[in-house]
């Protein structure tokens, strides 16, 4: 039997929301409406067999470009989701982070995240991180500014303390769904080791089985680190000769 490896960080860019509605001749908000809904069954899930901590991409800084309509959809979805989602989250024993440049939300918005986050915060089993308003040159910058500002250092070390997501390890295994191959910004400076994982599957039809199925690819994986892969798994005769 083979070993099930359970991911300790998985991080998503929930994609396929709009295509998803527009095929069923449905409104664009319609689809992200839906999307709510898979992330609900996608951190439950996740809850459930063992993972640490979630990240999901929900707004980019590269969003704001999109139809104000669907902007401002998107918006009140937040708003809605904070108040329906938070308490049983909270039950649930999930904490919120949101990860992003609150400056340009609304103040309604801005103090919902802030309560979403004060009333999750003494929980453990998962971290659930959502990144809105989020951009991984964002981050990059922020973190750049914070140190030139207190007159430290730039290092790798100190770049990555002052980071959004210094409260957690990097993603060991970062999935995008809706069939596009590439970055949009996300992680990209804590993706620098993930396992990437391409699917085709629009983000409401990500299902559980869908997650299993990220994880068992996830988990044939070698993560080798710049490392050879000898050096992962030393042939029996090599450690006969270390052990003489
Ligand atoms: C992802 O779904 C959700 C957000 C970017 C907010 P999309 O809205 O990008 O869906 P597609 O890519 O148009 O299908
Ligand atoms: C990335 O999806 C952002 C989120 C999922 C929130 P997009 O749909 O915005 O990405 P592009 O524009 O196709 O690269
Ligand atoms: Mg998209």
């Given amino acids: 039997m083979t070993q099930r490896v359970v991911?300790?960080?998985?991080?998503?860019?929930?994609?396929?929301?709009?295509?998803?509605?527009?095929?069923?001749?449905?409104?664009?908000?319609?689809?992200?409406?839906?999307?709510?809904?898979?992330?609900?069954?996608?951190?439950?899930?996740?809850?459930?067999?063992?993972?640490?901590?979630?990240?999901?991409?929900?707004?980019?800084?590269?969003?704001?470009?999109?139809?104000?309509?669907?902007?401002?959809?998107?918006?009140?979805?937040?708003?809605?989701?904070?108040?329906?989602?938070?308490?049983?989250?909270?039950?649930?024993?999930?904490?919120?982070?949101?990860?992003?440049?609150?400056?340009?939300?609304?103040?309604?918005?801005?103090?919902?995240?802030?309560?979403?986050?004060?009333?999750?915060?003494?929980?453990?089993?998962?971290?659930?991180?959502?990144?809105?308003n989020y951009g991984g040159r964002w981050d990059i910058a922020q973190a750049a500014a914070q140190l030139a500002a207190r007159g430290e250092a730039i290092t790798e070390a100190s770049l990555d303390r002052a980071m959004a997501l210094a409260h957690v390890p990097d993603p060991d295994l970062l999935i995008r769904t809706g069939g596009e191959q590439r970055i949009s910004n996300f992680l990209l400076w804590q993706g620098a080791y993930s396992e990437l994982y391409f699917t085709d599957k629009l983000w409401p039809e990500f299902d559980a089985a869908a997650i299993d199925a990220a994880i068992a690819d996830y988990a044939g994986r070698e993560r080798r680190f710049g490392r050879t892969s000898e050096q992962l798994t030393p042939s029996p005769l090599r450690a006969r000769r270390k052990a003489a």
């Fill in 7 to 132: 991911p300790n960080h998985i991080a998503i860019v929930m994609d396929g929301n709009g295509r998803w509605a527009t095929k069923r001749f449905l409104p664009r908000v319609a689809g992200h409406k839906k999307g709510v809904d898979a992330l609900r069954a996608c951190v439950r899930y996740c809850g459930d067999i063992g993972v640490k901590v979630l990240t999901v991409f929900a707004f980019s800084s590269e969003n704001w470009n999109r139809p104000p309509d669907e902007v401002s959809g998107l918006m009140e979805l937040l708003a809605m989701a904070l108040t329906r989602e938070v308490p049983q989250l909270q039950a649930e024993g999930v904490r919120i982070h949101f990860i992003g440049d609150r400056s340009k939300l609304s103040d309604k918005v801005r103090n919902g995240l802030t309560q979403a986050e004060s009333m999750t915060a003494g929980n453990t089993r998962l971290v659930f991180n959502i990144c809105f």
